[in-house]
């Protein structure tokens, strides 16, 4: 009698059992029913359906016709379903684009904001760089009276990249600018300042020496602008003129 009961529970506990998964089976296939279902719906070019586009950005190169263009050609599906990595890929092969942010603003919008390439100097006249040395561009025949020319080997851009930018501000304070920049091989460097002046400065001190030269020639050394050819810097407590 005893082992009936025992034989009686174990199928009672198997049925129970049982049970239970086929409840958890069934609310699991419903509950993906429903999933299917709305996902379906949600991702349907007519439901909620992109209306707005905005792209904000300061542009000085990039044109608005060609923006507008290239993002009507690359937005496709609805609010959900737009390919924010695929839009992003393409407005990233315009040259003049630097950086893009997009953003989705509930419930029909896009929001773009694209910066610009900053070009500071025209590289080896093979292109122009920005400011971390990459180079964006090869069209340069727009720049040639507005932007500083570099000239050097490749593996001294970045360091002829920061020497510009100290060069840069102490030759604002006296109306100066670089119009060409040279860096030999052997870290030697020359300036051509937009007053027609070259400036040899050598491989060390070069900051120091430019700034020495620069307080001399406002002083007095400026009255003679129009005679000097050639500035040699390399010299410890002075430097030579060469005059035209």
Known sequence: MAEANVEYVKTKGHRAIWLKVTTRITWLVVILSVCGFIYSQITRDDVLPVNEITVSGTFKQLKT??????????????????????????????????????????????????LEQTPIAIWNDKGLINAKGELFHDDVSAFRD???????????????????????????????????????????????????????????????????????????LYREEERISKVDLRYSNGFSVAWK
């Open 65 to 114: 016709t060609e923006l507008k263009a290239l993002i009507a050609d690359g937005v496709e599906g609805n609010f959900f379903t737009l390919s924010v990595a695929g839009l992003y890929a393409k407005l990233l092969t315009m040259p003049w684009v630097e950086q893009v942010w997009i953003h989705r603003v509930w419930p029909d919008k896009i929001k773009i904001n694209i």
């Open 146 to 220: 507005s932007l500083p020319r570099f000239v050097v080997a490749t593996r001294y851009k970045q360091e002829m990249i920061k020497w510009n930018g100290k060069y840069e501000k102490i030759l604002n304070e006296f109306g100066l600018s670089i119009k060409r920049f040279e860096l030999d091989d052997r870290k030697n460097q020359s300036l051509y300042l937009s007053n027609k002046i070259k400036l040899d400065l050598g491989g060390t001190d070069t900051a120091q020496r430019l700034t020495r030269f620069l307080k001399v020639f406002k002083s007095n």
